[in-house]
């Protein structure tokens, strides 16, 4: 039995209708095996990655540079608020200085102030004679206190100061006549109108002094406060020491520099 002979060729050359679709259906199939048209969307595909990509990263960038400036803000405040707090705090310790070196200069003061009548009240050695130019009577009960008074000292009271001229006169009999190792402090001499402003000066210099009335302090501000009154006479009821003068006062203080020297 013959087998059928296979279908020739398509004849390209032939021209009708037939051929003509052949020739279209070839050039369909024949397309179909070209490679798809995925290299163009392929490469189209990784340059919009690449962008995405490079779109993160400058994002990324972006973020960090911003934590990083407000890292430095922030570290800039933290000093500044450190500078503030330390300039804050060193004033602070300024005004402490400041205001311990007034307390200290206050209590030096003080001290000075407290020195000073601790050296108008120090003791006389027992051997020394009181002498009295005015024939005072101490009691025995203040005696030592009486004595620490008459030690002598740029410390004076006057009293009754008929004005300036007399004032001075006295300011320079003080100095002339006593033997201060350091000369006479003038702005120490205190001058009070009344015997009673004499009986309270001695009531502050020496509050714990045994004071039994006012008429013992009378008689301890003789030795301590020589008083100065007008020479002229009074009562004893109005002058602390009737016979009391420029001259006595002189005189007193002459032998008050003999017995201690």
Not at 173 to 190: D, P, Q, W, Y
Request: aromatic share 4%; with cysteine; net charge negative.
């Amino acid at each position: 039995m013959k087998r059928p002979l296979p279908n020739p060729p398509l004849d390209c050359r032939r021209t009708g209708e037939k051929g003509t679709l052949q020739l279209r259906h070839t050039a369909q199939v024949s397309q179909s095996w070209l490679p798809p048209e995925s290299s163009k969307t392929q490469h189209e595909q990784k340059q919009h990655e690449q962008q995405q990509h490079e779109q993160q990263k400058n994002k990324q960038q972006k973020n960090k540079h911003q934590q990083h400036e407000q890292q430095q803000h922030e570290q800039k405040q933290h000093e500044q608020q450190q500078h503030e707090q330390q300039q804050h705090e060193q004033q602070q310790h300024e005004q402490q200085q400041h205001e311990q070196q007034q307390h200290e200069q206050q209590q030096n003061v003080r001290h000075e102030r407290t020195s000073i009548w601790r050296a108008v009240f120090r003791s006389i050695r027992k051997e020394d004679t009181l002498l009295d130019p005015v024939d005072l009577t101490v009691r025995t009960s203040i005696l030592g206190d009486f004595l620490r008074l008459c030690r002598l000292s740029s410390l004076y009271t006057v009293t009754q100061v008929a004005d300036d001229a007399e004032e001075e006169k006295i300011l320079d009999i003080l100095e002339k006549c006593a033997s201060f190792e350091t000369g006479l402090n003038r702005h120490r001499v205190m001058f009070c109108d009344t015997c009673h402003g004499a009986v309270s000066m001695i009531r502050q210099l020496q509050p714990q002094m045994h004071i039994e009335d006012n008429g013992w302090i009378t008689t301890q501000l003789e030795g301590k406060v020589p008083r100065v009154c007008p020479a002229k006479e009074e009562s004893p009821s109005n002058s602390l020491f009737p016979m009391c003068c420029l001259r006595l006062l002189q005189n007193y203080l002459a032998m008050i520099q003999a017995m201690t020297s």
